[in-house]
């Protein structure tokens, strides 16, 4: 397995990492922006492994199975708009309800968001970094995507931090972002 392969097993393992923290951090707090942030990371965990694949293919397969990757490609690319499409909606429908629901544990959490965004620089910088060094475009392309996550999640810690100043709509603002 070369380099490009192993970086990008490395910011798989640390999406689930985020995963994991994320919907975490929900549970406890109640954010409706950390849960649309886990469902985002679930997400791009599909996408990642889409590009690993085809990595993969690239270097060992053998012609056929790059024309029946880019097939599979296309299918989980489908496939993956459709949940996300999905899970904003319910996401959506939660931000826009009346509700108003006062998070809980907010110093906590807002310290394990920032821990997300952390996450998501080094990860960002570090498939740009390879993706450069090994010529991949692929992988750059899923660096500036990871750079995308972390400002997300960065409106994200906003709105946490929003709440502690009095401002609890500001996460569902987050959330629709």
Request: charged content about 15%; proline content about 1%.
């Amino acid at each position: 397995m070369g380099r490009k392969e192993k970086t990008i097993l490395i910011t798989i393992v640390a999406n689930i990492i985020l995963i994991i923290l994320r919907f975490f951090l929900a549970d406890l707090s109640g954010s409706i922006g950390l849960k649309a942030n886990a469902w985002h990371s679930f997400a791009d965990v599909f996408v990642t492994s889409i590009v690993f694949i085809g990595l993969l293919i690239s270097r060992y397969g053998a012609s056929r199975f790059q024309t029946a990757s880019k097939k599979l490609e296309h299918i989980v690319a489908i496939f993956v708009s459709i949940f996300i499409f999905d899970m904003g909606l319910e996401i959506l429908s939660d931000a826009l309800s009346g509700e108003v629901t006062e998070l809980r544990y907010v110093p906590f959490v807002a310290a394990g968001a920032f821990l997300g965004v952390v996450i998501n620089y080094f990860m960002a910088r570090y498939k740009i970094y390879v993706g450069e060094q090994t010529g991949s475009q692929s992988m750059i392309a899923d660096g500036y995507h990871s750079k995308m996550d972390m400002y997300c999640s960065i409106a994200v810690l906003v709105g946490i931090v929003g709440s502690l100043f009095g401002m609890p709509d500001l996460v569902k603002v987050a959330a629709i972002v």
